[in-house]
């Protein structure tokens, strides 16, 4: 299995425009998870889904972000419009069950000058 | 509400010596207790795991981590460190209900030769 594929590795970005993430899970996984990881904060869990079904959003900071999982193999976390505060490295994670490990992907390090 | 600290922000130890990182946690019934490494520009590795049993844990590249419920501690050990160690180390939590692991905020452990 080629693991948790997340696209594209790098984005540099101008405040204002829109940034789309994208994560393909682990076959066979149910449950797929957004964080973010900066210096100041640590990872930070954005939202997760089950089965396609978005669980918890609370980690979501604001309504620029939106997330969505329209089937079990791919995912999308949106910003519109990003904002320099937004620069992170965002993980997308995926688990078989809740009580196992999760499968951590590369990460997306997102700059928005 | 879960949550996971890790006092030290750094942890520097010699090769060949022991290693301790630190993690205590809380959580509202019996927790979900796992550590993650994480090499510089990559995604989260899983080291190991408490989910129940015996309370000293063996996991990859020779770690151990010690449940001790009465401190409320999930400390991550080696008894000799190696320069390829080197890198940031996170504990995380779930309790029994919940799915999504929360993290702390990460230690960095550097060995010097």
């Known amino acids: 299995d080629a693991g948790v594929i997340q696209s594209p590795r790098h984005e540099v970005t101008e405040m204002g425009q829109e940034v789309t993430l994208r994560c393909k899970p682990i076959?066979?996984?149910?449950?797929l998870f957004w964080y973010r990881q900066t210096m100041m904060r640590g990872l930070e869990l954005l939202i997760y889904?089950?089965?396609?079904?978005?669980?918890?959003d609370s980690g979501m900071p604001e309504d620029r972000f939106s997330a969505k999982m329209p089937n079990a193999s791919f995912s999308t976390l949106k910003i519109q419009p990003s904002e320099p505060r937004d620069s992170a490295v965002y993980f997308c994670a995926s688990s078989l069950g809740g009580v196992r490990g999760y499968t951590f992907g590369s990460g997306t390090r997102l700059t928005v000058v | 509400a879960q949550s996971v600290a890790q006092p030290e922000d750094q942890v520097n130890v010699a090769e060949g010596n022991p290693l301790t990182v630190k993690c205590t946690y809380s959580?509202?019934?019996?927790?979900?207790l796992f550590w993650y490494v994480q090499y510089p520009n990559r995604g989260l590795q899983f080291l190991l795991k408490?989910?129940?049993?015996?309370?000293l844990v063996k996991g990859s590249y020779g770690f151990e981590a010690e449940f001790n419920k009465s401190q409320t501690s999930f400390h991550l050990k080696k008894p000799s460190a190696l320069v390829s160690d080197s890198a940031l180390y996170f504990c995380a939590v779930r309790d029994q209900a919940g799915t999504a692991l929360i993290f702390g905020k990460g230690t960095t452990l550097s060995v010097s030769s």
């Open positions: 076959s066979g996984h149910d449950y």
């Open positions: 889904f089950n089965n396609n079904v978005p669980i918890d």
């Open positions: 959580v509202s019934g019996n927790p979900y």
């Open positions: 408490y989910i129940t049993g015996d309370n």
